[in-house]
């Protein structure tokens, strides 16, 4: 999300650049202008209650927008609820300060008429400024769903794009055209329907074709390393599994990638890798098991925080606090499992 000198105030853009100071104040002035027509009874009126209205919008809009850049100087990623909190008590108290300014300046003595005007202007502040976190919200969340489906599928292709995965499939690939060609023409097929998933643009795909994308993945890895090396369980029942269910793209497939990588690849003997799907009633269960790597030898932990962290993020973007990721670590085995609702 935007910020503001390195720093954001939650889900909302930056306020303090130019172009949304520019967008603000004319919404502002738009606002001004909707006030001005309801009350304005002739054209004269229009433009007195116009200028009236303007300078009292305006100064709220301003301040306020000031004050949340200044705000967001010393706050260290608050939450939804504390920048939602932040917003409303500025805005209110900026709308309060300018109708009692208001009021002392045109030297109103009607008790009522000025308690009216008060509560007019704080409820019209409060509504619209509801509706605007509202916007910036779904707006943010919206944002980052696509930053992290795009960030997901990018990831996918540079990893099938590396140049050793690359020319050890198709070496491997070439071998086998002359020894067995229809061991070779799958290969070719399987490499193609990753290509091909990869670059589709669907937010969400069929359990089935995540499936497929995920076994055409652990066939290719079992070409390059060998199937005494990698060894491969599917832990499922395909006919009781709801295949039409729809789910983000990229859940299985990056976590078997990490059990190969991460868990498989390091080890001269190789190992299993195990992929478990149930249908647990209203909800899927998946988990991936792999062998851990002997003591001392490289296991690439960054990455596969980074590929967790990612993973997380789109489970939690997708599902909210009804997904969650566990990570379960014994001497020998490494297990990544996680839970989604049907949908």
């Not at 709220?60 to 927008?65: C, F, P």
Request: charged share 20%.
């Amino acid at each position: 999300m935007p910020s503001f000198n390195g720093k954001t105030l939650s889900y909302l853009p930056n306020l303090c650049a130019p172009q949304a100071l520019l967008r603000a104040v004319l919404a502002a002035e738009l606002l001004a202008m909707v006030l001005a027509l309801v009350v304005a009874t002739d054209l004269r009126g229009f433009f007195v209650s116009l200028g009236l209205h303007s300078l009292f919008v305006l100064w709220v809009t301003l301040a306020s927008i000031f004050t949340l850049c200044f705000v967001s100087r010393f706050l260290t990623k608050p939450t939804v609820f504390h920048a939602s909190v932040i917003v409303l008590a500025t805005i209110t108290g900026f709308t309060l300060l300018a109708s009692v300014l208001g009021l002392l300046m045109s030297g109103n003595n009607d008790a009522l008429g000025s308690i009216l005007f008060v509560f007019k202007n704080l409820v019209i502040s409060l509504l619209i400024t509801v509706v605007l976190l509202r916007y910036f919200y779904i707006h943010g969340q919206w944002e980052e769903t696509v930053e992290a489906d795009s960030a997901a599928k990018y990831d996918a292709l540079q990893a099938r794009m590396r140049p050793h995965f690359l020319f050890n499939s198709l070496n491997t690939i070439a071998h086998l055209v002359h020894i067995d060609p229809n061991k070779a023409e799958a290969a070719l097929l399987d490499l193609a329907d990753i290509m091909r998933l990869t670059l589709d643009k669907r937010s969400r795909i069929a359990l089935k074709e995540e499936l497929e994308l995920t076994l055409a993945y652990l066939r290719m890895e079992s070409l390059r390393l060998g199937e005494k090396r990698l060894h491969i369980k599917l832990d499922m029942d395909q006919n009781s599994l709801p295949l039409d269910m729809d789910i983000p793209p990229f859940l299985l497939q990056p976590l078997v990638e990490n059990a190969v990588y991460h868990g498989v690849q390091p080890r001269q003997d190789g190992g299993l890798v195990t992929l478990s799907l149930y249908d647990a009633g209203d909800r899927l269960d998946v988990s991936v098991t792999n062998p851990l790597p002997p003591s001392g030898m490289s296991t690439h932990t960054k990455g596969n925080h980074i590929a967790q962290e990612n993973m997380v993020k789109r489970l939690h973007l997708a599902y909210g606090d009804r997904a969650n990721l566990k990570i379960q670590k014994n001497v020998q085995q490494y297990r990544v499992s996680f839970s989604i609702p049907k949908e």
